[in-house]
């Protein structure tokens, strides 16, 4: 018998075919056979039934399905041992009945372990046990199913049990990133400490070292004297400034020579661009760390201390 998905009784009809059809589908690819009777979700005994339940089952009549309600619960999802199964399950004075007992919702192995008990001690007061199109004279409501609705129940009950299975599966990913996140920036904070401590054993004065500034110029001749003084006092006693006059037609390469300092060179070159003007200066340059700006540049000063 096949039990709908969790629609309730109120639930629009497109839902409500979809999930059936579903439920058929995982059914035929469980046990290879497809079903009309029909209990509804969280139905019990007939008298429970009230008006929406009553149209749902018209409902659903109309769609070829036979509901059938159960006529003793079980009780089997509360009870706390296999003898209060046994005990729920017991139809009263002698009488037939369709017996609800669950096989999902939680933990069932208490319902499976007392079914055998529960069988052996029914028929031994004289229970005979016999399908619901038996008891009541109904054809059979079971029919093999044809191999592609079988095989198409199998992919859907995979693809349920995938998506009951990734999302536990991306929190644990994202509590490995997020371990691995916070790890990478200790790791780094911790090695940042080593390496200011050794820095400060190896050389705590910290000695400047050997800079030259190139300062490739092309008509600059209002700011390239600014420039200059302010490398000159950046901060590096020991810097040497070259100023690459790239074809300038204003005067650039005299002001740049008017800087009286023995530490300024002026390189002139006909006009090749900005690219060409840094690497003859480069060329020029006197020591190893070499720091390029533009006699444009804002705060060369604070450049010329960062080259320190």
Known sequence: MTESGAAPPGAPPGRVITELAASRAVLAGATVTSTTLLRPPYSSMPDALNDRDWHAALRTGALGYLTVLSTRDGLDWEARSV?????????????????????????????????????????????????????????????????????YGVALIGLVQAAVAVPPAAAWLLYAVALLTAARLLLFSAAS???????????????????????????????????????????????????????????????????ADPRVRVVTQPNRGKPAALNAGVGHAAHEVVVMVSGRTPGVARTARAGC
């Open 83 to 151: 003898e209060d199964i046994m005990r729920g399950a017991v139809p009263e004075e002698g009488r037939g009945a369709v017996v609800l007992l669950h096989d999902a919702g939680g933990d069932r192995s208490r319902t499976v372990e007392a079914l055998g008990p529960l069988i052996d001690s029914l028929k031994a007061r004289g229970y005979r046990f016999t399908t619901l199109s038996d008891a009541v004279g109904l054809p059979p409501q079971t029919a093999p199913v044809s191999r592609f609705d079988h095989w």
């Open 193 to 259: 400490a080593v390496h200011r401590r050794r820095r400060e054993v190896r050389n705590p004065a910290g000695p400047l070292p050997r800079v030259s500034a190139v300062v490739p110029a092309h008509n600059e001749q209002a700011t390239v004297a600014a420039c200059v003084r302010a490398l000159l006092d950046g901060g590096c006693p020991d810097i040497d400034v070259v100023v690459v006059d790239d074809g300038s037609t204003d005067g650039t390469a005299e002001t740049a020579r008017a800087v």
